[in-house]
């Protein structure tokens, strides 16, 4: 912890990240893990499958909230509101041993690919200072890129986490609508706070620096019942009854840039098809002539 501490602060002059950070109680947090893992309370693998993420840190996209921290979203008004409670993705990612470090920068309300407000100012590139880290989870993008932490959690409807991922050169997951809560973003997204069954979901994702992280973090941030794909089992693309897919579906956009890009995805729909998941198109603009 004290590592990815000292890191954070690093690098942060540089990248303009962090809006947030609570480096000593993360400090007196791993200390606390130290003590529990020298009582020997719980087996190994008591640990692995209660909190895998022990004392591992992790960041937040500072518009979906860490109890005590500021959530803004960048506006001007609210500069000094915080966070109440931990959102419903943070609060799993402690209850799995995880330890929040920093939350991160945003654009305002979170919608744009430029991470820049009148509040936290300009995120900026890790390889390049001069150069867009995308939006609108680039604060989440830049430090982890930086490795002022090993994971975090950003949201996502159309590419607030893919881009900075891009951008990056990291990995980030955009799961099926309902499957994450978005609970406790800010300004409010839920519709019915006092009911727990109303909970509303976004496009919820973790944000990690490699893609076998994605498995375990989507496996205990979710929090619904519907049945979902094992992301540790090989697909088949020969077992046309297969229960991984069969009853989803998917929905798509896609802009086609050329006839081999076009024929690999349709091909791969087809493939889809057979194992018994639905799809549904949107058309989009092409940029063929």
Known sequence: ????????????????????????????????????????????????????????????????????MRQNSGLVRYKDHIAEEDSDTAALYRKAGGIPVTVTNVPELCMWWESANHVGGLTKSP???????????GGEGAIITSAGALIGIGNDIAGSIRIPSSFCGIYGHKPTKGVISNFGDFPFSQMEPDVETE?????????????GDLPLLMKFCRTTTKTAVDLQCEASTHDHTSPQTSGLRYESTILMTGHISGKAYRKSLKLLSKTGAAYLMHPALSLER
């Open 127 to 137: 390889f390049d200072t001069t150069r867009t880290v995308g939006g609108s989870s």
């Open 199 to 211: 909970r509303s979901s976004l496009y919820f994702q973790p944000h990690v620096s490699g893609p």
């Open 1 to 68: 912890m004290k590592a990815y501490v000292e890191r954070a602060r690093l690098v942060h002059p540089y990248i303009n990240a962090a809006t947030d950070e609570r480096y000593e109680d993360a400090l007196k947090d791993a200390k606390k893990v130290d003590e529990f893992l020298a009582s020997g309370t719980k087996s190994e693998d008591e640990i692995a499958r209660e909190t895998p993420l022990l004392g591992v840190p992790f960041t937040c996209k500072e518009a979906i909230g860490v109890k005590g």
